[in-house]
């Protein structure tokens, strides 16, 4: 792990790009304060390694050098797999963390990291082709020890503990490969498209997931375990005998808001539903306890949501998942709860919304995550020096 000031300016301007798309020469100089000379260096390395490439307007001409470049983040691809509790999507992403490609497939998490992560290879190998892959990012739906790449103790991947994920890939494509909670990438994700560095996301699907973006990066805490809202002890669980949750524990707002826990309230009331897409078309029906049921979901998230609107004060809230298809009737709880709950400072500029990404919010996280792994000062002068060998 070196950073040295050349990497380090080398991964700052490629950084200018990645987040501005198109700079001229002069605008480089001038937002970094380098010098001309070190400027020049740095693009050219850049561009002799196909990261950014002349931009229209620019263009050379007369034998001049361009003076205008662009991010290109179709230079190479990396590999995402954004792993949840029943299923699964992998991505060919382009550097920008645009999915070009991909594949999604049921799959169960109990069944183990051998089954799960082998099914993700072969979809890896269906979907790669002969595209230059330079990084692998896996989402699984746990605590994750980010520098090892492991998940530890995960309340709901049984036989996961301690699994070399990272190893896997790594002994397979030899390539940097990145292992994250799957709610911290889509928090990422959600954060760079809403130009937001304040952001929690919250997955709504079987389980709940949460991720927080603050001042621009993860909240993992000591564990990996930061910010998990869904197994936090919901408000409503106060009143009577808490409800068991599938993490062993009792009273966890998953076990009233998650989309288990709402087909088990169906269950009980004589309405079978297979799975948490089921509960999306009763609410797009009007189905009166359906309906009831998400929007009840809706408060108990946005109690759990409250205190940390009021301690961490973030610019927006945005939901994924599968039940995040349900919009408004989910959406109006939380609020409720949260403008209940909170004072007006903390929500005076606070955006709550579902997700426009969608179900590619977690693969493009993970592709953006492990772009800034391979494109940052630690890592880019070894890229740079072998594209150039
Ligand atoms: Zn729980």
């Not at 792993?83 to 999604?104: E, K, M, N, Q, Y």
Request: glycine share 12%; aromatic share 4%; proline share 3%.
């Amino acid at each position: 792990m070196k950073s040295t000031d050349s990497s380090s300016h080398i991964s700052d301007v490629l950084a200018l790009f990645r987040e501005r798309g198109e700079l001229t020469r002069t605008d480089v100089i001038d937002i970094t304060g380098l010098s001309r000379s070190t400027v020049n260096q740095r693009l050219t390395a850049l561009h002799e390694s196909g990261l950014i490439t002349p931009a229209g307007g620019g263009e050379s001409t007369g034998g001049r050098p361009s003076s205008r470049f662009a991010f290109n983040a179709g230079r190479a691809v990396i590999l995402a797999a954004d792993i949840g509790a029943s299923g699964f999507t992998v991505a060919v992403c382009d550097l920008a963390g645009a999915p070009v490609r991909h594949l999604i497939r049921q799959v169960n998490v109990w069944d183990g990291p051998v089954a799960v992560l082998q099914e993700v290879t072969d979809c890896i190998e269906q979907l790669r082709g002969e595209s230059e892959v330079w990084g692998i990012g896996i989402g699984v739906p746990g605590p994750v020890e980010f520098r090892a790449g492991r998940v530890v103790n995960p309340p709901i991947m049984t036989g996961w503990d301690r699994f070399d994920i990272a190893g896997w890939f790594t002994s397979r494509y030899g390539v940097p490969v990145v292992v994250e909670n799957d709610a911290n990438a889509r928090a990422v994700a959600e954060s760079r498209l809403a130009q937001d560095d304040n952001l929690i996301s919250l997955k709504l699907g079987t389980g709940i997931g949460s991720g927080l973006v603050f001042n621009g990066q993860i909240i993992r805490g000591s564990e990996g375990a930061a910010g998990d809202i869904g197994h936090t002890r919901a408000a409503i669980a106060e009143g009577g005998t808490p409800l068991a949750c599938r993490c062993g524990n009792v009273g966890c707002v998953e076990a009233y808001a998650g989309g288990w826990a709402l087909r088990r309230d169906l269950a009980e009331l004589g309405i079978a539903v297979a799975d948490t897409a089921g509960i999306v078309r009763l609410v797009a029906d009007g189905d009166f306890e359906a309906v009831r049921l998400v929007r009840q979901a809706g408060r108990v998230l946005g109690d759990a949501v409250a205190d940390l609107v009021s301690i961490l004060n973030p610019g927006h809230i945005v939901i994924s998942g599968q039940l995040a298809e349900c919009d408004e009737v989910l959406l109006s709880g939380v609020r409720e709860r949260i403008y209940q709950r909170t004072s007006p400072l903390a929500t005076r500029n606070l955006r709550l919304r579902t997700s426009t990404l969608g179900e590619f919010a977690g693969v493009t996280g993970l592709a953006l995550i492990t772009a800034d792994r391979i494109l940052g000062p630690d890592s880019i002068d070894e890229l740079v020096d072998s594209l150039a060998a």
